[in-house]
């Protein structure tokens, strides 16, 4: 195993991700009291709402409405919310094209034919399935506590018809979930599952909370009901931010603080018990974490649920603990995910943290999240990859509005923002990464609630005053991957021709489908159009138009 530490590489970026994580680079967020308990709410039925006419400022696939941050968001209401219909097969010989623009384009479809293979005029892109990559994992959200208020405070038939937005084959064929054990900060207060009760070592006292039986349970089952079988199972990632605040040496649940040494294995029981819980409630959890970004637990200013680690402690307990526990109990087969924090720790963390081959081995998946990917080299994921190609990379958590120069946390219809979704899902599985989660399916106006007052954006929003939720650019730029690229498809290589050595380029990545289906995801973020060409073998050229400000998808069989 090469030694990442004693590479500049990583100590600089190391140190560079301490400053920023000291300044400006993390939101710093104040520490308020919880809120009271959410109310009794029933769920929406399941069955499925017969969709009316929009609106009179409908286009028929999209009901417009601009807020003034750059394009527009597609208004959703009981009765109407624009489909995204399955994707068929096209004809032999041709390829369908599906693109959405800042200019007010929702994944329009049209049919191209291909051609007899030539100079283009621009960009060639030259499709090579001998050459292959990473299996895809798949595409999704998170099911917090904020994402089920928002849900629930809508009439019950919009209710269906966001979740459906996610998961249906009308939507984005989400496959994956992420699910936070006990509260999160995006929770309307801090808990656990064993509070009030003194050092409970045994765990007599662990029990679910009604954010899970009215919240998270319900989305889980649902999602994984309005799944087509192509999606296959629902993925659940579940992880912790705060333990019982009794394990902690700060004695809360936010802050500085570590876990306590003599409660190293009733952390791992924890899991455990969560594990049974969920599933004699009837739903599977694909994988657990080590936690979730143990570092802000290190920092003193992070003032939202934490556990603190150091490499050190956490190798420790995985080691002796933690994965012993999970691999003999009745549930060792649920995947061990390792780090959960920012891309920019990794190979300083991972190096540490699997310093032998017995720690290593409890380890399935390298999750990472995406808040400082815009200082962190993409390189640092291949050489992750490098060192443990057996350990699937996921990015596991991401959303707009964090940083503290966001003073708008909430930006309906900003086309930006779409391009930083699509353009870091572009980059990073271009770098070996295996599947990107979303944060809060669902989040308020203010981009909440959160007892910690930590606002963001999200690519569903949710006005309960008009019955309404908005499907913001960022929805359209996951739906360009997600409802193309299966479970199990393979990053297949393009080798990148033609074009000026001046023009700019247009951003892109392949991948070739089990069904034996070909898509090819463009990002152009230029004010200027390109064609771009794309090239494989006998099949000849399809020429693609490519708008300014555009996200493209190409799929042929």
Same mark, same amino acid.
């Given at each position: 195993?090469?030694?990442?530490?004693?590479?500049?590489?990583?100590? @600089?970026?190391?140190?560079?991700?301490?400053? $920023?994580?000291?300044?400006?680079?993390?939101?710093?967020? $104040?520490?308020?009291?919880?809120? %009271?308990?959410?109310?009794?709410?029933?769920?929406?039925?399941?069955?499925?709402?017969?969709?009316?006419?929009?609106?009179?400022?409908?286009?028929?696939?999209?009901?417009?409405?601009?807020?003034?941050?750059?394009?527009?968001?597609?208004?959703?209401?009981?009765?109407?919310?624009?489909?995204?219909?399955?994707?068929?097969?096209?004809?032999?010989?041709?390829?369908l094209v599906y693109t959405s623009s800042k200019a007010g384009l929702r994944f329009q479809r049209q049919e191209l034919q291909f051609k007899q293979?030539?100079?283009?005029?621009?960009?060639?892109?030259?499709?090579?399935?001998?050459?292959?990559?990473?299996?895809?994992?798949?595409?999704?959200?998170?099911?917090? %506590?904020?994402?089920?208020?928002?849900?629930?405070?809508?009439?019950?038939?919009?209710?269906?018809?966001?979740?459906?937005?996610?998961?249906?084959?009308?939507?984005?064929?989400?496959?994956?979930?992420?699910?936070?054990?006990?509260?999160?900060?995006?929770?309307?207060?801090?808990?656990?599952?064993?509070?009030?009760?003194?050092?409970?070592?045994?765990?007599?006292?662990?029990? @679910?909370?009604?954010?899970?039986?009215?919240?998270?349970?319900?989305?889980?089952?649902?999602?994984?009901?309005?799944?087509?079988?192509?999606?296959?199972?629902?993925?659940?990632?579940?992880?912790?931010?705060?333990?019982?605040?009794?394990? =902690?040496?700060?004695? =809360?649940?936010?802050?500085?603080?570590?876990?306590?040494?003599?409660?190293?294995?009733?952390?791992?029981?924890?899991?455990?018990?969560?594990?049974?819980?969920?599933?004699?409630?009837?739903?599977?959890?694909?994988?657990?974490?080590?936690?979730?970004?143990?570092?802000?637990?290190?920092?003193? *200013?992070?003032? *939202?649920?934490?556990?603190?680690?150091?490499?050190?402690?956490?190798?420790?307990?995985?080691? %002796?603990?933690?994965?012993?526990?999970?691999?003999?109990? =009745?549930?060792?087969?649920?995947?061990? !995910?390792?780090?959960?924090?920012?891309?920019? *720790?990794?190979?300083?963390?991972?190096?540490?943290?699997?310093?032998?081959?017995?720690?290593?081995?409890?380890?399935?998946?390298?999750?990472?999240?995406?808040?400082l990917n815009f200082i962190t080299p993409g390189a640092l994921l291949d050489a992750v990859h490098k060192d443990y190609p057996d350990k699937p990379?996921?990015?596991?958590?991401?959303?707009?509005?964090?940083?503290?120069?966001?003073?708008?946390?909430?930006?309906?219809?900003? &086309?930006?923002?779409?391009e930083y979704y699509l353009g870091d899902i572009v980059g990073v599985m271009n770098h070996w990464t295996a599947g990107w989660i979303d944060w809060?399916?669902?989040?308020?106006?203010?981009?909440?609630?959160? &007892?910690?007052?930590?606002? !963001?954006?999200?690519?569903?929003?949710?006005?309960?005053?008009?019955?309404?939720?908005?499907?913001?650019?960022?929805?359209?730029?996951?739906?360009?991957?997600?409802?193309?690229?299966?479970?199990?498809? $393979?990053?297949?290589? @393009?080798?990148?021709?033609?074009?000026?050595?001046?023009?700019?380029?247009?951003?892109?990545?392949?991948?070739?489908?089990?069904?034996?289906?070909? $898509?090819?995801?463009?990002?152009?973020?230029?004010?200027?159009?390109?064609? !771009?060409?794309?090239?494989?073998?006998?099949?000849?050229?399809?020429?693609?138009? !490519?708008?300014?400000?555009?996200?493209?998808?190409?799929?042929?069989?």
């Amino acid at each position: 195993m090469q030694r990442f530490g004693k590479t500049a590489l990583v100590f @600089l970026t190391f140190v560079i991700g301490l400053a $920023v994580a000291g300044g400006i680079g993390y939101l710093l967020v $104040v520490l308020y009291g919880a809120d %009271d308990q959410p109310a009794d709410i029933e769920w929406a039925s399941t069955k499925a709402p017969t969709p009316s006419p929009p609106g009179p400022d409908a286009d028929g696939s999209c009901w417009h409405r601009d807020f003034g941050f750059g394009s527009t968001v597609c208004v959703c209401n009981s009765t109407f919310c624009n489909a995204l219909p399955a994707v068929t097969a096209a004809a032999s010989g041709s390829a369908l094209v599906y693109t959405s623009s800042k200019a007010g384009l929702r994944f329009q479809r049209q049919e191209l034919q291909f051609k007899q293979a030539g100079n283009g005029g621009g960009q060639i892109l030259t499709v090579d399935r001998k050459t292959t990559f990473q299996k895809i994992h798949g595409f999704g959200g998170a099911f917090t %506590d904020a994402a089920g208020e928002m849900i629930l405070s809508l009439p019950e038939a919009a209710q269906d018809l966001l979740l459906r937005s996610y998961f249906s084959a009308d939507g984005l064929e989400y496959n994956m979930g992420r699910l936070p054990i006990g509260g999160s900060d995006f929770s309307n207060r801090q808990y656990s599952y064993d509070d009030d009760n003194g050092e409970d070592t045994t765990l007599e006292h662990f029990s @679910l909370q009604k954010e899970d039986r009215i919240y998270k349970i319900p989305m889980a089952k649902r999602a994984k009901e309005l799944m087509p079988e192509t999606s296959g199972d629902l993925h659940i990632y579940s992880t912790v931010w705060s333990p019982p605040v009794w394990m =902690k040496t700060s004695n =809360k649940f936010s802050g500085f603080g570590f876990l306590k040494k003599e409660h190293y294995q009733t952390y791992a029981d924890y899991y455990v018990k969560f594990l049974e819980a969920y599933a004699a409630e009837g739903v599977d959890i694909h994988a657990v974490s080590t936690g979730n970004e143990p570092l802000n637990g290190v920092v003193p *200013f992070k003032h *939202f649920n934490s556990l603190g680690w150091t490499p050190e402690t956490m190798h420790v307990w995985i080691r %002796d603990h933690f994965g012993p526990t999970i691999r003999g109990s =009745k549930f060792k087969d649920v995947k061990i !995910v390792a780090h959960d924090d920012q891309r920019i *720790f990794l190979p300083w963390m991972m190096e540490l943290v699997l310093a032998d081959n017995k720690t290593a081995d409890y380890i399935d998946i390298i999750a990472y999240h995406w808040y400082l990917n815009f200082i962190t080299p993409g390189a640092l994921l291949d050489a992750v990859h490098k060192d443990y190609p057996d350990k699937p990379l996921i990015n596991t958590e991401a959303c707009n509005g964090d940083k503290p120069w966001d003073f708008t946390r909430v930006q309906l219809g900003s &086309w930006t923002r779409g391009e930083y979704y699509l353009g870091d899902i572009v980059g990073v599985m271009n770098h070996w990464t295996a599947g990107w989660i979303d944060w809060n399916l669902a989040l308020n106006l203010q981009g909440g609630p959160t &007892w910690a007052k930590n606002w !963001v954006d999200a690519p569903i929003i949710v006005d309960a005053s008009k019955g309404e939720f908005y499907l913001n650019p960022t929805f359209y730029a996951l739906a360009h991957v997600s409802k193309f690229v299966r479970r199990d498809s $393979v990053r297949v290589e @393009l080798h990148h021709s033609g074009g000026g050595l001046l023009e700019a380029k247009v951003d892109s990545i392949a991948f070739e489908r089990p069904d034996g289906a070909l $898509v090819v995801v463009l990002i152009n973020k230029h004010n200027s159009e390109h064609s !771009v060409s794309i090239q494989e073998g006998d099949r000849g050229q399809v020429d693609v138009h !490519v708008p300014a400000r555009s996200f493209v998808t190409v799929i042929y069989w």
